[in-house]
């Protein structure tokens, strides 16, 4: 999963698209939904559930509709996230600003 989908003219990193994933399914949210609010197509958005899923980022709750969750895990990860950027006083995950 690399540099694959573009936000504002610029790509994101897998990084930046994970994150983007966990913080709209924090409270729930059906796939078609997750779809518009990353700018991910269907196919991207299938790849990026099924490894969070795997590994115990989110989790898939059919009932009482059908919708991805952010884990405790996937919450606990986005905190660090936070205290990443904090630290290195970014407003978002990629270097390349630094690097050039």
Do not use: C, H, W
């Not at 913080?23 to 518009?36: F, P």
């Not at 936070?82 to 407003?91: F, V």
């Amino acid at each position: 999963m690399g540099r694959d989908t573009m936000l504002n003219g610029k790509r994101r990193n897998a990084m930046e698209i994970t994150v983007g994933v966990l913080e709209e399914a924090r409270n729930g949210i059906n796939k078609t939904r997750l779809v518009y609010r990353t700018n991910l197509n269907f196919l991207l958005i299938q790849k990026y559930t099924d490894f969070l899923q795997q590994k115990g980022l989110i989790e898939f709750v059919s009932e009482p509709q059908p919708v991805y969750r952010t884990t405790q895990k996937g919450i606990e990860l986005l905190d660090e996230f936070s205290k990443i950027k904090q630290i290195l006083g970014a407003n978002d995950l990629s270097i390349d600003e630094v690097s050039g």
